[in-house]
């Protein structure tokens, strides 16, 4: 079952041509990376599948219906973390759960449910200020995954950590991702990031934006840094280079 189709999207802004008659899919409980240059229209592309923008040609459908325009029915998560300095971190991630409708009662006693899974346990009444990057990125995972659990688009969200953090944040994301049973669309211009993280990579083009390729990464789970240096990982590495 397809979760998410997009169907020959086009977007432009003025003169700048973005998107260009741009096709994919993201199956059910399915990890599927989006790689391409910085400022070739990754961005645009996750606005216009959450509804924020209207695509000048194509559609996006969601379990068959089409929901172009449509805003509500993905979770969506930035490379920021976006969280409000102001409240403490369970106050922050209950946030989508209060948009619902839920009680403060409520939302924080279903939040607290996943506070374990997400390693932040024992953080529940710290400030994002008094939190490491990784763990605040943590908190905003919980809190997009909170707002709708089945679909997530993530934007670069290890894209602002250090190296070392960035390669832990990655594995555990995996490790996550088994318990969780979403699908994930993920931006990325990492190659080894969208290798080692993902069922399948499209490879944009440069704005306007084309998908070049698509890759089915068999390599099996569950990963481990030892993927990083493996035949089939390096094999896909080298055919995506020469496609940038």
């Known amino acids: 079952m397809y979760k998410v189709e997009i169907n020959n999207v086009s977007k432009s802004f003025g003169q700048l041509n973005t998107l260009d008659d741009v096709s994919l899919e993201l199956k059910e409980n399915q990890f599927v990376t989006i790689l391409g240059p910085s400022g070739s229209g990754k961005s645009t592309l996750f606005n216009i599948i959450s509804g924020l923008l209207i695509p000048d040609k194509g559609e996006v459908l969601i379990e068959s219906e089409v929901y172009t325009g449509r805003t509500g029915r993905v979770s969506y998560m930035h490379q920021k973390d976006l969280l409000l300095p102001w409240k403490n971190i369970l106050e922050n991630v209950c946030l989508p759960l209060n948009l619902k409708g839920y009680s403060i009662k409520e939302a924080k006693i279903k939040a607290l449910n996943y506070f374990k899974l997400f390693g932040l346990e024992g953080f529940e009444k710290n400030y994002p200020n008094q939190l490491s990057g990784g763990m605040r990125q943590r908190a905003s995972l919980l809190r997009t995954y909170l707002f709708s659990n089945d679909i997530m688009l993530l934007d670069e969200p290890f894209g602002g950590l250090d190296a070392i953090t960035k390669r832990t944040m990655q594995q555990w994301l995996l490790e ?69």
């Open 176 to 244: 996550v991702f088994e318990d969780l049973k979403a699908s994930i669309l993920f931006i990325t211009h990492d190659i080894d990031e969208a290798i080692f993280l993902s069922d399948k990579v499209y490879v944009l083009s440069e704005r306007p934006a084309s998908v070049k390729a698509e890759f089915e990464v068999n390599i099996a789970r569950p990963r481990s840094l030892d993927t990083f240096t493996c035949k089939e990982f390096n094999e896909m590495k080298k055919d995506i280079l020469d496609l940038l």
